[in-house]
């Protein structure tokens, strides 16, 4: 499982993402059983480099015998190699995302349909499209078996956070409420107009207003880096195996400095190598 945070400010967006990737197997009454957590999966990317581009993913680790890592790696080199109508002088969030869906589309339809239906797969990506002033957020799943095309989730006139894997602390800690309010009051009696305006109502009085449009870049990181990092703790005391955890890789885009590194983990300490830019 993962956290994956997005913090997406006037000035810059934010992914953030834990490094934890969860092994299952089916028990003997057919539920998905943990057999394994390793904490050292990467799930943020730099998709177009030298632009101010940035992926993030989280749910199925991989498609086949291929890491989403190796996958997303592969896309930024066909982008970058010419052999796509995509290039760094016209190349927009949206088209980048769309061609990003039709590779991931194409190892998810020869996934085993026993497979693709027991998974879920999120994949976003953030930037400032070639000559455009504001930044954007664009998102594409596949959730039990089921397609859902690129589709834009914050554009150039929003702000605000987003995320995916397991939200349940930043559910509680931002908006106030539990994933599960809205299910609570169904099977109180609730039809689903009287819910959904509970739930409005009861996120209207209790949403912590963390986030400022206008904040600095350092703060839109700080507050990406809190929420993950409050999850993982949150998950480590849950029952069960923390399937959130191990390092938090950081990136950001701006206008102007493009894609950077905030923090993210190395396999080798960088004397041993004078390539620094191995991860993602």
Not at 35 to 49: G, I, M, S
Not at 104 to 129: Q, R, T
């Amino acid at each position: 499982m993962t956290i994956c945070i997005g913090v997406k400010a006037n000035e810059c967006i934010v992914f953030v993402a834990d490094s934890a990737t969860t092994l299952a197997s089916v028990d003997g009454a057919g539920s998905p059983a943990v057999t394994r957590v390793y904490n050292h999966a990467d799930k943020v990317f730099n998709l177009f480099r030298g632009q101010p581009v940035c992926a993030m993913t989280c749910g199925l680790g991989n498609f086949g015998t291929e890491s989403i890592a190796t996958i997303a790696k592969g896309i930024r080199q066909r982008l970058m190699s010419g052999e796509t109508t995509i290039s760094a002088e016209n190349y927009t969030i949206e088209s980048v995302i769309r061609f990003s869906f039709e590779v991931f589309l194409a190892k998810f339809n020869a996934l085993d349909e026993k497979i693709a239906k027991a998974s879920s797969f999120e994949f976003f990506v953030g930037g400032y499209s070639h000559n455009n002033g504001g930044n954007e957020i664009w998102k594409f799943a596949f959730i039990q078996g089921n397609v859902v095309e690129p589709q834009c989730i914050s554009g150039v006139d929003d702000c605000g956070i987003i995320w995916a894997g397991q939200p349940e602390a930043c559910v509680r800690l931002v908006l106030g409420i539990s994933s599960q309010t809205y299910e609570v009051l169904k099977s109180a009696g609730l039809d689903d107009a009287q819910a959904s305006q509970l739930v409005h109502n009861l996120r209207q009085a209790s949403e912590a207003p963390l986030l400022e449009p206008s904040m600095p870049v350092i703060d839109a990181i700080r507050l990406g880096e809190f929420l993950a990092q409050t999850t993982s703790s949150f998950v480590r005391f849950l029952p069960g195996a923390d399937t959130v955890g191990g390092d938090l890789d950081i990136a950001t885009v701006t206008k102007y400095e493009g894609f950077r590194w905030i923090k993210r983990k190395h396999f080798y300490p960088r004397d041993l190598n004078g390539e620094t830019d191995h991860v993602s």
